[in-house]
């Protein structure tokens, strides 16, 4: 029974993602906010909504840290696998360049290495160096994270010159129409209990199987908390945008790994990371790692395929998750 509940709300987070994202592309329109500032800001939050209500969900209602940590660093690790998945399966032409990092994608990958190395720094300290029962690192995550988003505004406002006379010539307060509202409200309503639901069932499931709620989290709640990724990021690299993706993916990241700190601050036995299991320094080293991979084939992107046709970073990225999986459930 458990796992029909897990699997129903699976399925609610990946519709109602979807239905919100559109609608989310829909308030972007209407209130004449910037590609870029959808892309990488409000897409973000938009898709790693599940994340972060199974992430507090986790830890202050079922008290398990572990799955809380998992979830973040396996979803992080999920989202690349995903994006590299999608450029093997779906991008057809095989002397396509499909690596086409712009520079706001590059930017936003290197907030992501920063923000991540300071989680694995946390995961280091097991909770030395706290305020009250909050991690410092979890302090300077929630700093890098703010300061990070303010250099992206800057950087596409500078990148696009044009962008500030265009707003100054817009009608300001334009009325967002009342079944825009509905559909985001009902939407992330929806994706807000059904993913309360994903935490307490995936941390039953855990139980019941013995596999732990570390494994359970960086697997199966990882992967149906990026559900709302998967349907962005298909879409994105179908219609040949895979700067696009990247950017919904490592907006989604930074995103997910700023979570920790909110998080850490619900949690209120200890530090959050302290609480942690020495095998979630695995997943997080091993998203550092994904990401650092994109970034150097996104820049140096290889033309060497095998059979002409599976450009060998992607499938590197790919090999890398399906090991972390496998070292997870051998460390459980």
């Known amino acids: 029974m458990i796992w029909i509940i897990f699997l129903f709300a699976a399925l609610a987070v990946l519709i109602s993602g979807q239905r919100l994202t559109r609608a989310a592309d829909q308030l972007a329109e209407v209130t004449g906010m910037s590609r870029g500032f959808v ?63 712009n520079e706001e994608n590059q930017l936003t990958a290197y907030l992501s290495l920063i923000i991540i190395s300071l989680a694995l720094m946390g995961l280091a300290g097991r909770g030395f160096w706290h305020i009250l029962h909050v991690d410092l690192f979890s302090l300077l995550i929630a700093a890098v994270y703010i300061i990070g988003l303010q250099k992206l505004h800057r950087f596409q406002l500078s990148d696009r010159p044009d962008t500030a006379s265009s707003h100054d010539t817009d009608t300001p307060g334009k009325t967002i129409p009342p079944e825009l509202k509905r559909s985001l409200l009902i939407n992330a309503g929806i994706i807000v209990a059904a993913s309360m639901t994903l935490a307490a069932s995936a941390e039953h499931i855990a139980t019941i199987t013995g596999w732990g709620t570390t494994f359970v989290g960086n697997s199966m709640l990882a992967v149906a908390t990026s559900l709302p990724e998967i349907v962005v990021t298909f879409s994105a690299v179908r219609i040949g945008s895979f700067a696009m993706a990247a950017g919904n993916i490592f907006g989604s990241n930074i995103f997910n790994v700023a979570i920790l700190a909110l998080a850490d601050l619900f949690f209120f036995r200890s530090s959050l990371f302290a609480a942690a299991s020495q095998s979630q320094s695995l997943i997080a080293a091993i998203g550092l790692l994904m990401t650092g991979l994109y970034l150097f084939a996104g820049r140096y992107a290889s033309e060497k395929r095998i059979a002409g046709r599976w450009p060998i970073d992607s499938l590197l990225v790919i090999g890398i998750y399906l090991f972390s999986l496998y070292a997870l459930f051998s460390l459980r």
């Open 39 to 101: 892309g990488v800001i409000l897409l973000g939050f938009v898709t790693s909504l599940p994340e972060l209500v199974s992430t507090i969900s986790a830890t202050l209602f079922c008290n398990a840290p572990n799955l809380a940590l998992g979830n973040i660093f396996g979803s992080n690790a999920a989202n690349l696998a995903i994006l590299a998945f999608l450029d093997l399966a779906i991008v057809r032409n095989p002397n396509k360049e499909r690596h086409n990092l």
